[in-house]
């Protein structure tokens, strides 16, 4: 079992920065891929990025190519998401994801855990 809690989402301007947690329990979180994935209001839930349980591989969404990063610290059990440059269109419900899936995959099917996600609010 793998529990997450996220963190860091708020209210920011556009062409603003915020840097979102994920804090994992369990001692097999550096044996997980990690993903976030976002949900706007009326709309589905949508892969943002992805890293390898080791941290080699990254993968994101052609959305935020550029502008997010996603990176892990598994002495910390804890996943990243630097956000630079946001958007309008980048506000909505961030999720951090737990799953044995390669990185590339990013359907939320192939990931088995999920927090309870945070907002984030982009102001024009």
């Known amino acids: 079992q793998v529990q997450l809690v996220e963190s860091g989402g708020g209210l920011v301007q556009a062409g603003g920065s915020l840097r979102l947690s994920c804090a994992a329990s369990?001692?097999?979180?550096?044996?997980?891929?990690m993903g976030w994935f976002r949900q706007a209001p009326g709309k589905e839930r949508d892969f943002v990025a992805a890293?390898?349980?080791?941290?080699?591989?990254?993968y994101y969404g052609d959305s935020v190519k550029g502008r997010f990063t996603i990176s892990r610290d598994n002495a910390k059990n804890t996943v990243y998401l630097q956000m630079n440059s946001l958007k309008p269109e980048d506000t909505a419900v961030y999720y951090c994801?737990?799953?044995?899936?390669?990185?590339?995959?990013?359907?939320?099917?192939?990931?088995?855990?999920w927090g309870q996600g945070t907002q984030v609010t982009v102001s024009s």
């Open positions: 994801a737990a799953g044995r899936s390669p990185v590339g995959a990013t359907h939320e099917y192939r990931y088995d855990y």
């Open positions: 369990g001692r097999t979180f550096s044996s997980y891929t």
């Open positions: 890293i390898s349980w080791s941290g080699g591989r990254t």
